[in-house]
């Protein structure tokens, strides 16, 4: 049953069909269909066939759905809207005018709000609820019809935003920089076409956040005030011609904050004008339409489903050498100091053919490397049941652990645990990257952010095999305390953690491994503090993300734990953290000295940006190489090229100067590492190449 009564008020029986609106509080009731036909408030008829849709993000919409079929989809709403209301619109230029014995239809102004419902065919007063007349009525008639501007913006609300200025700024992760392309691609549909640089210059200000640490939101806070000072005196900027538009521009706060934080976003003498989350992006031009009318356009609520699969990012810079894709949202891993379950939701993956299809549209754009994002990228699951065409799973299904019996269990490393269990598994994150792998040869592949417990020796081996999968893993440990990473609720033991740092050493020899690490979580004791630096020690990181313990509201350790560690101390912690990590990495760089790297370069070097250019090898070190024109090994056979592994510089010396190429942005280089530092490499090109034919000759 449903969880509160849906009652239909002003409701009257005609016979043409009709579209089904179910909307929250938070929706405005006036709202324009594909017929162009406006709902007026209570000004409502019934038909025989209806066509559904939900605004507000209630989890579904535009299905053609009656009597059974919607109460199941009803059932599945319900709990997430406070309060509903359900309108029937009423197609007249589909109506028919000899349907017998039909009762005849209030004129609208006689209808009055509350005075009307519809019970078993027939128009009554209000009181009836929602059950009382499902399943009544004729069969469906599909309507094909659909709208050709947004379906729930007013004509002068769409005019406005037309040609509609945005400035934007990023706050946070990967996934972060991800989401607002995928927001600019909605706002692009929307009709704003122009990304500015100045905020003065803007229609509207986007600010993408972050809630992880309290450090993050202090900053967002601070370019709220500076933008609140810019609105207040926009006066001075129109008088100055500083701006293009004469009235300030919106600020809409996007995000994990937005998340978090919305009640007191709204309390904060008006700094901000449109608060919303990150799975209600599509809502954005709704919520803007609702400041126009005065209001505060607010959408903060937690989807299952929603991935935008359908959505093509709008990239942020069209000359990247690398983009990101996000492959799944949402974290099932509720670690207690954590507050990424409460502000991105339940895990839930794209489909795979939606990721092929986007790495194709940016292999087409220029792109040569694709990060792979994810709150717990490792544990994608895809079980849309959607087929990859020319992609069959051969490999996983020969090298799988128990790969005929796959359960959630023998997904994970052996010794971890997980606190969720996954119910259906589909499609794993090895599938998705033998895919992907397989079809763009010539792509290369990262991925981030993972959790340790799902690396089983199948991903292991898949990254051994392929030459386009990075050979960097990103593990993080979070403490090297056994103790403290139960309090953290992490599903492992710092032995167990050891145990996967040596298979994958042992399977992936040449792998670079990253870490996340904080110091001072409640409870921390100086003996916890140094089992993590001894970590740090044993393992040799290639690089770490470190910070001092920020306790956020809503996760386990604020409901249970006392932030009972000082901050001098935190701080304290994290200076030896530092320092133990910077005397540890340093023997990974001294030990590539003098070998040959296959670099992907990504820009010219800022601090010498003529005669220098910055590139990453496999490993995810970061590389700096003279810009010199270098043999083209494309231009030669494969026979004439000498083996990529032992290849140096004299080998090419008889290449004449008018036979070699300038090296640009994205080419892929060969170049020998001649010093090194504590963070970088330095080294001279050898001659410009491509993954395939790097790889063949190394083998």
Request: aromatic letters at 8%; a neutral charge; one cysteine or more.
């Given at each position: 049953?449903?969880?509160?009564?849906?009652?239909?008020?002003?409701?009257?029986?005609?016979?043409?069909?009709?579209?089904?609106?179910?909307?929250?509080?938070?929706?405005?009731?006036?709202?324009?269909?594909?017929?162009?036909?406006?709902?007026?408030?209570?000004?409502?008829?019934?038909?025989?066939?209806?066509?559904?849709?939900?605004?507000?993000?209630?989890?579904?919409?535009?299905?053609?759905?009656?009597?059974?079929?919607?109460?199941?989809?009803?059932?599945?709403?319900?709990?997430?809207?406070?309060?509903?209301?359900?309108?029937?619109?009423?197609?007249?230029?589909?109506?028919?005018?000899?349907?017998?014995?039909?009762?005849?239809?209030?004129?609208?102004?006689?209808?009055?709000?509350?005075?009307?419902?519809?019970?078993?065919?027939?128009?009554?007063?209000?009181?009836?609820?929602?059950?009382?007349?499902?399943?009544?009525?004729?069969?469906?008639?599909?309507?094909?019809?659909?709208?050709?501007?947004?379906?729930?913006?007013?004509?002068?609300?769409?005019?406005?935003?037309?040609?509609?200025?945005?400035?934007?700024?990023?706050?946070?992760?990967?996934?972060?920089?991800?989401?607002?392309?995928?927001?600019?691609?909605?706002?692009?549909?929307?009709?704003?076409?122009?990304?500015?640089?100045?905020?003065?210059?803007?229609?509207?200000?986007?600010?993408?956040?972050?809630?992880?640490?309290?450090?993050?939101?202090?900053?967002?806070?601070?370019?709220?005030?500076?933008?609140?000072?810019?609105?207040?005196?926009?006066?001075?900027?129109?008088?100055?011609?500083?701006?293009?538009?004469?009235?300030?521009?919106?600020?809409?706060?996007?995000?994990?904050?937005?998340?978090?934080?919305?009640?007191?976003?709204?309390?904060?003498?008006?700094?901000?004008?449109?608060?919303?989350?990150?799975?209600?992006?599509?809502?954005?031009?709704?919520?803007?339409?609702?400041?126009?009318?005065?209001?505060?356009?607010?959408?903060?609520?937690?989807?299952?489903?929603?991935?935008?699969?359908?959505?093509?990012?709008?990239?942020?810079?069209?000359?990247?050498?690398?983009?990101?894709?996000?492959?799944?949202?949402?974290?099932?891993?509720?670690?207690?100091?954590?507050?990424?379950?409460?502000?991105?939701?339940?895990?839930?993956?794209?489909?795979?053919?939606?990721?092929?299809?986007?790495?194709?549209?940016?292999?087409?754009?220029?792109?040569?490397?694709?990060?792979?994002?994810?709150?717990?990228?490792?544990?994608?699951?895809?079980?849309?049941?959607?087929?990859?065409?020319?992609?069959?799973?051969?490999?996983?299904?020969?090298?799988?652990?128990?790969?005929?019996?796959?359960?959630?269990?023998?997904?994970?490393?052996?010794?971890?645990?997980?606190?969720?269990?996954?119910?259906?598994?589909?499609?794993?994150?090895?599938?998705?990257?033998?895919?992907?792998?397989?079809?763009?040869?010539?792509?290369?592949?990262?991925?981030?952010?993972?959790?340790?417990?799902?690396?089983?020796?199948?991903?292991?081996y898949l990254m051994k095999d392929r030459p386009n999968i990075c050979k960097a893993i990103h593990l993080p440990a979070q403490s090297g305390s056994s103790a403290v990473l139960e309090r953290m609720r992490r599903g492992y033991t710092r032995e167990a953690y050891l145990?996967?740092?040596?298979?994958?050493?042992?399977?992936?020899?040449?792998?670079?491994?990253?870490?996340?690490?904080?110091?001072?979580?409640?409870?921390?004791?100086?003996?916890?503090?140094?089992?993590?630096?001894?970590?740090?020690?044993?393992?040799?990181?290639?690089?770490?993300?470190?910070?001092?313990?920020?306790?956020?509201?809503?996760?386990?350790?604020?409901?249970?734990?006392?932030?009972?560690?000082?901050?001098?101390?935190?701080?304290?912690?994290?200076?030896?953290?530092?320092?133990?990590?910077?005397?540890?990495?340093?023997?990974?760089?001294?030990?590539?000295?003098?070998?040959?790297?296959?670099?992907?370069?990504?820009?010219?070097?800022?601090?010498?940006?003529?005669?220098?250019?910055?590139?990453?090898?496999?490993?995810?070190?970061?590389?700096?190489?003279?810009?010199?024109?270098?043999?083209?090994?494309?231009?030669?056979?494969?026979?004439?090229?000498?083996?990529?592994?032992?290849?140096?510089?004299?080998?090419?010396?008889?290449?004449?100067?008018?036979?070699?190429?300038?090296?640009?942005?994205?080419?892929?280089?060969?170049?020998?590492?001649?010093?090194?530092?504590?963070?970088?490499?330095?080294?001279?090109?050898?001659?410009?190449?491509?993954?395939?034919?790097?790889?063949?000759?190394?083998?």
């Amino acid at each position: 049953m449903l969880s509160m009564p849906l009652k239909f008020t002003s409701v009257a029986q005609s016979s043409g069909p009709c579209r089904l609106l179910i909307s929250s509080r938070s929706v405005v009731s006036s709202v324009g269909f594909w017929s162009q036909i406006r709902i007026q408030p209570f000004k409502v008829a019934m038909a025989q066939s209806i066509q559904c849709q939900v605004v507000g993000g209630l989890g579904f919409s535009n299905s053609t759905l009656v009597g059974a079929s919607l109460s199941r989809c009803l059932r599945t709403s319900a709990r997430t809207v406070s309060s509903a209301r359900v309108c029937v619109a009423h197609l007249s230029s589909q109506a028919s005018s000899s349907t017998e014995n039909a009762t005849p239809t209030p004129s609208p102004a006689s209808i009055k709000p509350g005075d009307w419902s519809f019970k078993n065919g027939k128009v009554v007063r209000e009181g009836s609820i929602f059950q009382d007349f499902l399943g009544q009525g004729p069969s469906p008639a599909l309507v094909n019809s659909e709208p050709t501007s947004v379906p729930y913006l007013a004509k002068d609300a769409e005019k406005a935003i037309r040609n509609g200025r945005m400035y934007v700024e990023t706050y946070g992760c990967q996934m972060n920089v991800n989401d607002m392309e995928i927001v600019l691609a909605i706002m692009k549909d929307a009709g704003y076409n122009e990304i500015v640089y100045e905020p003065e210059q803007a229609d509207i200000i986007f600010i993408n956040t972050c809630a992880i640490r309290e450090n993050a939101e202090h900053k967002v806070w601070q370019r709220l005030n500076v933008f609140r000072h810019m609105k207040r005196h926009w006066n001075r900027n129109v008088v100055s011609s500083s701006t293009r538009s004469r009235y300030p521009p919106k600020v809409a706060v996007l995000g994990c904050m937005a998340e978090r934080l919305k009640v007191k976003l709204l309390e904060s003498e008006k700094m901000v004008d449109v608060v919303c989350g990150p799975d209600a992006y599509r809502d954005l031009p709704r919520l803007l339409s609702l400041v126009d009318e005065g209001q505060t356009g607010i959408n903060t609520m937690l989807s299952l489903e929603e991935t935008y699969a359908d959505v093509s990012p709008v990239r942020l810079s069209s000359s990247q050498v690398s983009a990101y894709v996000s492959i799944m949202r949402g974290c099932n891993n509720m670690c207690s100091f954590c507050i990424v379950p409460f502000t991105r939701g339940r895990e839930r993956s794209r489909p795979v053919d939606s990721i092929v299809r986007e790495v194709g549209e940016l292999w087409e754009q220029g792109v040569k490397e694709v990060v792979l994002l994810g709150q717990n990228v490792n544990s994608y699951n895809d079980i849309s049941g959607n087929v990859v065409e020319g992609y069959d799973g051969a490999w996983i299904e020969q090298n799988a652990r128990e790969a005929a019996q796959q359960t959630s269990a023998n997904l994970l490393s052996p010794g971890f645990t997980s606190i969720s269990n996954v119910k259906e598994v589909g499609l794993t994150f090895a599938h998705l990257l033998d895919c992907l792998s397989t079809i763009y040869p010539q792509m290369r592949f990262r991925f981030t952010s993972p959790h340790p417990k799902h690396f089983p020796e199948e991903l292991l081996y898949l990254m051994k095999d392929r030459p386009n999968i990075c050979k960097a893993i990103h593990l993080p440990a979070q403490s090297g305390s056994s103790a403290v990473l139960e309090r953290m609720r992490r599903g492992y033991t710092r032995e167990a953690y050891l145990e996967l740092v040596e298979r994958i050493r042992t399977i992936l020899p040449e792998a670079s491994i990253s870490s996340d690490f904080i110091t001072g979580f409640c409870g921390e004791t100086e003996e916890d503090h140094q089992d993590t630096l001894s970590l740090v020690e044993t393992v040799g990181y290639d690089m770490a993300y470190m910070f001092a313990y920020s306790m956020r509201e809503k996760t386990h350790a604020h409901r249970n734990y006392v932030d009972d560690v000082p901050e001098d101390v935190k701080q304290r912690r994290l200076a030896e953290l530092i320092t133990t990590f910077r005397g540890s990495t340093g023997q990974n760089y001294k030990a590539q000295l003098g070998t040959t790297q296959l670099v992907l370069i990504e820009a010219p070097n800022k601090r010498n940006p003529e005669e220098e250019l910055i590139g990453r090898t496999d490993r995810g070190h970061k590389v700096v190489l003279t810009n010199i024109p270098v043999p083209d090994a494309l231009s030669f056979s494969p026979s004439q090229v000498s083996d990529g592994a032992n290849t140096s510089q004299h080998q090419w010396s008889d290449v004449d100067e008018q036979s070699k190429v300038k090296l640009e942005v994205g080419d892929h280089v060969e170049v020998h590492i001649v010093s090194t530092t504590l963070a970088s490499l330095r080294g001279n090109p050898i001659c410009r190449t491509d993954l395939c034919t790097y790889h063949s000759k190394s083998r």
